[in-house]
């Protein structure tokens, strides 16, 4: 929480503060992990803070949008040392840093190298990115992806309030279908 949220919050602020001060706009690139947008097994604490710093990205787009300055997050994926334990991933961590090539299949879920994610840092540092802004943006391998923003996916009312029984009974009807899996999916390679 300290060295990633914190971090990113200190050095953040000191950007926007030099942005202002410039008067001519900026960019500014925030990095989640998709560990912050799913759940991660046995990662509370950097999952909780990869997801406030995507939160904290929304918030500084909507507050930096009068100041010409755009704030993006990148969701990186690459097949470094720090996701070599992940099953699956040890041996294509292996292979990656001895250059060998990654697998067209890996690649197209998203994995690959860190040079991969550089083009997409490249471009939102860009004027031409001035547009883009208030995004989480998945980026590994082959591919590039927009995460979705939290929004509601289904509603209930209840006249007069709720009770504990009415909130067991809408649980068990109406927003059964409705509760969403949480659990990260397998890696298909």
């Known amino acids: 929480?300290?060295?990633?949220?914190?971090?990113?919050?200190?050095?953040g602020r000191a950007a926007?503060?030099?942005?202002?001060?410039?008067g001519d706009g900026g960019r500014l690139i925030l990095v989640g992990s998709p560990a912050g947008q799913r759940a991660s097994f046995g990662q509370?604490?950097?999952?909780?803070?990869?997801?406030?710093?995507?939160?904290?990205?929304?918030?500084?787009a909507a507050?930096?949008?009068?100041?010409?300055?755009?704030?993006?997050?990148i969701i990186p994926t690459a097949l470094?040392?720090?996701?070599?334990?992940?099953?699956?991933?040890g041996e294509l961590v292996e292979k990656a840093e001895a250059g060998e090539p990654i697998p067209e299949k890996a690649r197209r879920i998203g994995l690959g190298t860190p040079d991969d994610v550089s083009p997409l840092v490249v471009y939102l540092a860009s004027k031409a990115s001035s547009h883009v802004t208030g995004?989480?943006?998945?980026?590994g391998g082959d591919r590039i992806a927009l995460w979705?923003?939290?929004?509601?996916?289904?509603e209930q009312f209840s006249a007069g309030?709720?009770?504990?029984?009415?909130?067991?009974?809408?649980f068990s009807a109406a927003l059964a279908s409705e509760l969403q899996d949480y659990t990260p999916k397998p890696l298909d390679l």
Request: net charge positive; hydrophobic share 40%; with cysteine.
């Open 80 to 89: 470094t040392r720090m996701v070599a334990t992940i099953p699956g991933l």
């Open 135 to 139: 995004q989480a943006i998945a980026v």
């Open 63 to 73: 507050e930096c949008k009068k100041l010409d300055v755009t704030v993006n997050a």
């Open 44 to 60: 509370t604490a950097y999952s909780a803070s990869k997801g406030a710093i995507v939160a904290m990205m929304r918030t500084w």
């Open 16 to 22: 926007v503060d030099q942005f202002r001060q410039q």
């Open 161 to 170: 309030g709720w009770t504990p029984q009415s909130v067991d009974d809408v």
């Open 1 to 11: 929480m300290g060295s990633h949220l914190r971090g990113t919050f200190t050095c």
């Open 148 to 154: 979705t923003h939290p929004s509601e996916v289904h």
